[in-house]
């Protein structure tokens, strides 16, 4: 069975103070509570290790935003998988469409990316999407072939199973333009779709398909609801943890 999964993309929001505060109460509210999914907060570099350390781990999954496309050296500024992975933190998001846009991320830096990040043991969340002229011009399917086909058709079935997707249009990320959950539902079964013609349909079928892009305590439910639909990567809502606690609570 494929796991249910809520994370959390702080993006660059939160001072070191702020983050500890909204990670630990985050903790708090989950305290006395069994979660019906995967609970992560994606945090940005300087925050990993100290949120890390104040909450519990089992319970709260913590992720990077980005790792290098480079194992070590003389890369000033850059953070690899390596460090990432030392702090505590299991998963890095990669391929995020604002990476993508502003940072020129291209199908093979990311391939390069997923590959360090699972060669040290993280499990990537992979950010795919189309714009909204692509939506509007039906070619949204085929974008986000393109983009797993770029990055990902390279793995071995073993290491694709250890991917998680987060299926995010564009034009929904932080617009509070939600796609419909009929919307969701028909491009996430397609991608498991594209990914049972790669592998074998268990592949497929095990991999967790989550959906980003203006989710918040108002249509999480509904969004989740859908069988292809396996959780959220959630931004501005998962900046409060009155805003984040009902979208982990709509499983
Ligand atoms: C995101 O950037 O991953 C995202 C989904 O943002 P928001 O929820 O704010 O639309």
């Known amino acids: 069975m494929r796991k249910k999964i809520v994370a959390g993309n702080w ?3 939160t001072t070191l103070q702020e983050g500890l505060a909204l990670a630990k109460g985050l903790n708090e509210a989950l305290k006395d509570k069994t979660p019906k999914c995967d609970v992560i907060v994606g945090t940005p570099f300087t ?3 100290c949120v890390a350390d104040a909450i519990d781990t089992n319970k709260i999954g913590v992720a990077a935003q980005n790792c290098a496309d480079h194992e070590k050296g003389a890369y000033t500024g850059e953070v690899s998988a390596a460090m990432v992975a030392s702090t505590g933190a299991k998963y890095v998001i990669l391929g995020h469409s ?8 291209t199908a093979e830096i990311l391939k390069t990316k997923v590959n360090l990040a699972l060669a040290n043991g993280l ?5 795919i999407g189309e714009v909204l002229e692509e939506r509007e011009a039906g070619k949204h399917f085929d974008v986000v072939d393109e983009q797993i086909k770029g990055s990902l058709f390279d793995l071995s079935a073993e290491d694709f199973g ?3 997707i987060a299926y995010e249009p564009v034009w929904a990320i932080g617009t509070g333009k939600t796609a419909t959950a009929d919307q969701a539902q028909e491009i996430h ?3 498991r779709k594209t990914i049972a013609s790669k592998y074998e349909q268990t592949i497929a079928d095990n991999c967790s398909i989550l959906y980003g892009g203006s989710m918040n305590a108002g249509n999480a439910k ?3 609801s859908k069988p292809d639909v396996d959780g959220g990567l959630i ?3 998962s900046l409060s943890v009155e805003n984040f606690m009902p979208i982990v609570e709509a499983f």
């Open 11 to 13: 993006k660059m929001n």
């Open 47 to 49: 925050h990993l290790a």
């Open 98 to 105: 604002e990476r993508r846009q502003y940072y020129g991320e």
């Open 123 to 127: 499990t990537p969340i992979f950010c």
């Open 162 to 164: 250890k991917i998680v």
């Open 189 to 191: 079964a397609h991608i």
């Open 222 to 224: 509904e969004l989740v």
């Open 235 to 237: 931004g501005g809502a």
